[in-house]
């Protein structure tokens, strides 16, 4: 970067050199003892060298531009690679954290699951038998009772 701008300070320098040159020629052409048409075409002669030194700065300055715009794209593009690649490493670890939390889950649900399956199967059992000694209960009661009647 500060090659840059030591090499536009010194372009511009120049500039300002060659500007001053031109200007003090058509001073001094003017200010001459010469005759008209001798001062005519100096000032000719000094136009066209103020033309073409005008041309070639642009045509530098136009490089100068061209250069920056492709280095400035270069790095637009390598920051955009960067950044494309940063939130993809950040999506795919979401992506895994969200996958690991759902598998996760699934467990913990398919454990409750089968938790609670064994404890509804208990209370089946449980209720099973309870009724299976409701039953025998009255079997003997009313089997004791029988007796006693007969």
Same mark, same amino acid.
Not at 142 to 150: I, K, L, V
């Given at each position: 970067?500060?090659?840059?701008?030591?090499?536009?300070?010194?372009?511009?320098?120049?500039?300002?050199?060659? #500007? &001053?040159? $031109?200007?003090?020629?058509?001073? @001094?052409?003017?200010?001459?003892?010469?005759?008209?048409?001798?001062?005519?075409?100096? #000032?000719?002669?000094?136009?066209? !060298?103020?033309?073409?030194?005008?041309?070639?700065?642009?045509?530098?300055?136009?490089? =100068? @531009?061209?250069?920056?715009? /492709?280095? @400035?794209?270069? =790095? +637009?593009?390598? %920051?955009?690679?960067?950044?494309?690649?940063?939130?993809?490493? #950040?999506? $795919?670890?979401?992506?895994?954290? +969200?996958?690991?939390? %759902?598998?996760?889950? =699934?467990?913990?649900?398919?454990?409750?699951?089968?938790?609670?399956?064994?404890? #509804?199967?208990? &209370?089946?059992?449980?209720?099973?038998?309870?009724?299976?000694?409701? !039953?025998?209960?009255?079997?003997? $009661?009313? /089997?004791?009772?029988?007796?006693?009647?007969?």
């Amino acid at each position: 970067m500060a090659d840059d701008n030591s090499t536009s300070s010194a372009v511009d320098r120049l500039t300002y050199l060659l #500007i &001053g040159a $031109g200007i003090g020629a058509t001073v @001094a052409l003017l200010f001459a003892p010469k005759s008209g048409r001798e001062l005519r075409g100096d #000032i000719a002669d000094a136009s066209r !060298k103020g033309v073409e030194l005008t041309t070639e700065q642009a045509r530098r300055l136009g490089e =100068k @531009a061209t250069d920056v715009y /492709g280095q @400035a794209t270069a =790095k +637009a593009t390598d %920051i955009y690679g960067q950044a494309a690649a940063k939130a993809t490493d #950040i999506y $795919g670890q979401t992506a895994q954290k +969200a996958q690991d939390l %759902i598998d996760a889950g =699934k467990e913990t649900v398919s454990a409750k699951r089968e938790q609670l399956q064994a404890a #509804i199967d208990a &209370g089946k059992e449980a209720y099973a038998e309870e009724k299976d000694r409701a !039953k025998g209960a009255n079997t003997l $009661g009313t /089997g004791s009772s029988t007796p006693g009647n007969a």
